[in-house]
């Protein structure tokens, strides 16, 4: 296997032990971005001759931390000191922030290295950037953490961060047909991150195994059980899924759910329980809930651009952001409120299950590169808080990715990376 | 009255009706600061010229907004694209951010004008600034949002904005004799406001009525009920206030003690219920969670400057930050659960009762210019997210302000202020 190849946790392990270099690992994910590049434009900016300097820096020296010499893919939504920072927007083309976002410097305080900054679309809203799916370049790779989730696909990096205001995470995960990684809401810090929405904003990360993402993830939070626990996976106890395709079921087509059945048959034989869970009755609308309170909050987020630079901004985003200041405080406090009752709610859902198995998205990533798919079927999810993994694991019919979340009890990212570890182990051996 | 010394909501009335020009506030407001800035210390970059330029323009064009000409003062931990942008820290000496930070836009498109940025302590936290306490010079102002509490007690300014993590409104307020206003944690936009908690980070308001206080906060959140209702306060019904002294309350001093008299036997006649709330036996120790949960989370949104800029950092941040990542992520899950915990609990205590009444401060504002005194009596409001209101009323033995705070239910800022406005009219009439 080349090096970039490697799954981040393995190769991790190689550079600690100094069976691999810094400079190899790099090589070898630069030869692959120089040879693919040109059709995926996964990247907006990217600095080869730094990024070795830097490997090569890091081989002279003592070990970092658990990233040491990983290569990540960071999305043009981090504020990087050394790297321009554009946002998604030619409002910022060259925009050079002052310091780097609080996820960026700990990961480089864990040893990471960065080559570039990936794609993402316009502020991580709709407008899509150039990034094409590395499965089939003719279909949108999903937004908005693009340009990481096609950078991983390809095997260009190990390993990216992403953000998730509705799907970013989840979708692009599940149209390239890696592992993403949503963390609990709150728990891993937006400092330096291009703010939208303060009940949405999540960081998490993008890489090709559950193994891979919970390794990001412990830095992230500072919480080493969560690749801890991972080490020996087979002694991880067989989780309790509860069945959740959503209100929106009707809305997954013929791929989705034939990978539904398919985990269904795989995993009921062996999980501790699988069962239905009941939608509870007393939620609210939680598609229509997310809409409304992202449109209100990145219209108000977004106050400078949106008074300074409509000229410059895309059609979308300008629509979205006549639509939020329309929705008026009074209407978003009490969106909030029922944002709270629905978090409450939810939490009852994990009495006696450990994770939830839910659509990631309505099918595979659709064709063209103009959109970035639907969000239908991680809005709620990101509304109420919860972490989520995605697990690709299935083929549509046209032969590109396909897969299914799961979603823990908010918190509880420790208990739903070992039952996203355990599910994938048997639907994807 | 000299321009300067009105209420915010009434220059804004005069404002509206061209009866006082933007030019004339402004000119006031300058004319005040350049009589006392020398001693108090509250601006960290002032442009005088720029600003009386802002006014003339806004003179000469339409109505722009319920904020028109009004002179804003920004405490330096928010982003300005015109005035450079410091955090109180010398790492950040003349930074220039790329965009205003979402309040401070929402605030300009609703026609206010900035003289300047005002002092913060070091990222916030307690290494503090040059001011001092406008009502005695030989006194701290509490902080960290110093330089807007100072100008606004001491007639510069007529609003400002300011944050609160652990005290950072409230506090400041009290020592200054103002109205500090801390909203409901995540309804207001943190975007372009440096990042210091995810939990607790909350962006408010300082000015000299409570009606000043719910004018801004009205913009900032988009709801003018906050506002409007206060437009016929002696319409507005007897609040039910439940006494809860909190169980530092040994910790309050006899001038503290005497004002918390003094407030229960003008209020328990004209209140339409005034009682004991018991605090809940079952919330854990709110201060010691909030000083867990701040350092933790401190100590990880600022890894940048952690990580590269120590040197440049006070031996308080740095001690701080040691502390932080000395406390696990698997630590910090379980606080985050107990914070979660602890807020359902205390939304309880708002089912027969409309606001809490509680201490804002040990006492005056300490002598001296090297601490900004002790964030005790709101660190556990901060850590709940509920809205908080200072009001001043009284006096200390040494002739300082002293006051108390009410405390509302999430996300019920509109009941918080109304009642806010009732009891200062009796209080402070």
């Given at each position: ?183 609990t ?44 626990e ?6 991880s106890p067989a989780p309790r899924i509860g069945l959740c395709p959503t209100p ?12 539904w059945?398919?985990a269904v048959?795989t995993l009921a034989p062996c999980a501790a329980s699988l069962r239905d869970a009941p939608w509870p009755a007393a939620l ?58 629905a978090r409450a709610l939810a939490d009852a859902w994990f009495g006696e299950i450990d994770v939830l198995l839910a ?21 709620g999810w990101?509304?109420l808080g919860l972490p989520c993994v ?14 299914l979340q799961l979603v823990g009890r908010a918190g509880d990212d420790r208990r739903l990376l070992a039952a996203a570890q355990w599910c994938?182990?048997r639907?994807?051996?």
């Open positions: 296997m080349k090096p970039n190849q490697l799954p981040a946790w393995q190769a991790a392990q190689l550079l600690a032990s100094r069976e691999l270099s810094a400079v190899t690992l790099m090589r070898a994910c630069l030869d692959r971005i120089a040879e693919r590049e040109a059709e995926v434009h996964a990247f907006v900016h990217l600095d080869a001759d730094a990024a070795l300097a830097q490997a090569r820096a890091l081989d002279a020296g003592p070990w970092r931390g658990p990233l040491h010499g990983l290569p990540l893919g960071v999305k043009d939504l981090f504020d990087t000191a050394d790297l321009p920072t554009g946002y998604g927007s030619p409002v910022y083309t060259g925009h050079r922030p002052a310091a780097d976002a609080a996820a960026v410097a700990l990961c480089r305080e864990a040893g990471a290295l960065l080559p570039g900054k990936t794609v993402s679309t316009e502020f991580a809203y709709f407008h899509p950037g150039a990034t094409c799916n590395p499965r089939n370049l003719g279909h949108t790779p999903g937004g908005s953490s693009s340009g990481s989730a096609a950078a991983v696909a390809d095997g260009m990096l190990p390993l990216a961060l992403g953000t998730q205001t509705a799907a970013s995470i989840i979708r692009p995960a599940a149209y390239c047909g890696i592992v993403g990684y949503k963390p809401h709150g728990r891993v810090s937006r400092g330096g991150v291009k703010s939208l929405s303060e009940t949405l904003d999540t960081v998490g990360a993008l890489a090709r195994s559950v193994r891979d993402v919970a390794l990001l993830g412990s830095v992230l939070t500072g919480d080493r059980r969560l690749i801890g991972l080490a020996h996976p087979l002694a929106d079921w009707p809305q997954a087509d013929a791929d989705v759910q034939a990978a059945a398919s048959q609210p609308d939680l598609v229509a809930l997310q809409k409304r309170v992202m449109a209100h909050e990145m219209a108000r987020a977004l106050s400078h651009e949106r008074v300074h630079h409509r000229a410059r901004l895309s059609d979308r985003l300008n629509d979205l952001f006549d639509e939020g200041m329309g929705i008026g405080g009074e209407q978003h406090a009490a969106d909030l409120a029922s944002t709270t009752a659509p990631s998205t309505t099918g595979e990533a659709p064709q063209g590169i103009g959109a970035t798919g639907d969000p239908l079927f991680s809005r990101t509304l995605h697990l690709p694991f299935a083929q549509s019919r046209n032969g590109l990715p396909v897969g994938w182990e639907l994807a051996p």
